[in-house]
């Protein structure tokens, strides 16, 4: 086996042996804390390996820099294929163009297994934020820019930067505000302590339906399946001017 870790944990009865002794444990390092969409992966997916394996599998939470502590952690784990990582694609794509000192080389240091799903992003309004759509939420936060912050999993993750984008389109100065997961971002938001998030939707799901948020508009072409009553963003929902 090739001196380099495991990246992106999907079906690893594909990339490890059939039969492994009984009393070895797989170990799925995850880069955010407990609850966050990323953690609640890689335990179902614990859940099943430890039937297809036939062996113990946990999930070690290794929380902080948009999933970099736990790419960092893998990097420096025994190459005996019993520890891999579940890593969202911006930790390996995105940051390697951000940060000098990644202390990892995704090339070189992991071995991809193979992509395990895909998420649909959502912007989702707080009590911190006013009643009213997402073209009401974002003309409030250009009237009022020392409020108009965004909540995220993370810097330099996918929804850090599709914030970004979302302020640029909209002609707003937006401030992000990093977590260190979507767990503690989404608490936050319902506190009330930043008026908008964008992340996951599986991170406000839940908040959303139990009226605590207000899930205001999701990625994609078309509505999600999960929450057919909330529209897609688009040039309507964002243009203040029009």
Known sequence: MKRRQ?????AATFAVPAVLAQDRTLKILVGFPPGGSVDVIARLLADKLRVSL???????NKPGAGGRVALNEIKKAAPDGQTVVLSPSGAL???PWLFANLGYDP???FTPISRVTTFDFAVTAGP???AGDLKAVLAWMKANPTKAN?????AGTV????GLLLGQAAGVPMTHVAYRGGAPAAQDLIGGQVPLMVD???ETIEHHKAGKVRILAVTGDARSKALPDVPTLDRKSTRLNS
């Open 107 to 109: 090339v070189k240091d």
């Open 128 to 130: 911190g934020a006013p």
């Open 159 to 162: 929804p850090h930067f599709a």
């Open 150 to 154: 965004y909540a995220t999993s993370g």
């Open 6 to 10: 495991f990246a992106a944990l999907a």
């Open 200 to 202: 996951t939707a599986s």
């Open 54 to 60: 036939g062996q113990n599998v946990i999930v070690d």
């Open 93 to 95: 794509v995105i940051q």
